[in-house]
């Protein structure tokens, strides 16, 4: 039976509704029970008389994690696609469970060595709606020492909420405002105000910035972002450009269906200001309406399919950013393609 411990829903989704779980193709199968040894979840038992793994409490299997498959020898383990998590993240809906979610990120992106920052004022000084993402640009006063990729803590004056977490999708030093990409969540308390409430002049509480995602390297550079986990990077891919024209930049851009490119109109700004900036766009739903970009390229895939696809260079640096549970799966592709885990940079 599946433990009572690995059931709790996901992002409010209950677990059993959800396909996620790892299958064993038997003919590949070696019997190294390193799956079975491995995995703390108790999903695999191990079949003496046929000398196999098995699958004995797929319920137990956590969402989005591919352990078992990576650390097989003979490649004997599979997964349903990752979009398939990818996809269920537009169903949060119930108990505001994302809160749970911002805890953890919180705790893991804050650092021993991370000083007390004050909260400030944030006004309201742009607010555009595209889709399903409000993107807000806001006055701090001095911005001097906020980067591209650092997050700040949002909150609602005169609510008791948890604040929200945003990372910067700017170059602050340069344009003078702070700019946030939020995804309206159903249920979620921030993102729905963000969206239907809030208005220009009106002010929020900003905290920090924290985090040390930034970029810093002289190398050519790969981002891959993953929904609107373009946010930090399409910042930090500003500043590199503002100080080095030249660089050579691509920008893997994967989401569900095309009319979720949101941010296309200055992507496509970029790569026809920088001759070196190259667009990599894919959904795996494609609109009649939507426009191909004029720079770059466009897929009709599954992210991570188009991913699999790509041909790395081991001297670029490597960007992600997008939902958790996909950052370590992109992560290890990458290293399964010879590239140095020291050149791979992620959010956590």
Known sequence: MP???????????PREEIDWHPTVDHDRCIGC??????????VYRYDFENEKSIVYDPLNCLVGCTTCHNTCPVDAISFPPFDVVLDLEKRVDEHHAVEDDLFTRKDILEYKDAKPAPKEQAKIVDKEIRGDVTILRCDLGNVQNIRAGRYMELEIPGKNW??????????????GYVEFHVKKVPGGRFSEYAYNDLKREESLIAKGPYGKFVCDSQNRLYFV????????LIGMIREVLLKDQDRDIKLFWGVSRSKDFYYLDEINELAQTYKNFKPILVAKEYDVAFKLPKHGQFFKKRALEAFLEEIFDTDRDYYI????GALDTFKKVLMKNGVDESKIHTEI
């Open 3 to 13: 433990d009572p411990r690995f059931l709790k829903p996901w992002h409010g989704i």
């Open 33 to 42: 029970a390193t799956c079975v040894t491995g995995c703390n979840r108790l």
């Open 162 to 175: 948890l604040g929200r977490s945003y990372s910067v999708a700017n170059v602050p030093f340069s344009d």
């Open 225 to 232: 972002a993953l929904g609107v986990g373009l946010a930090p």
């Open 321 to 324: 950013a997008g939902p958790f």
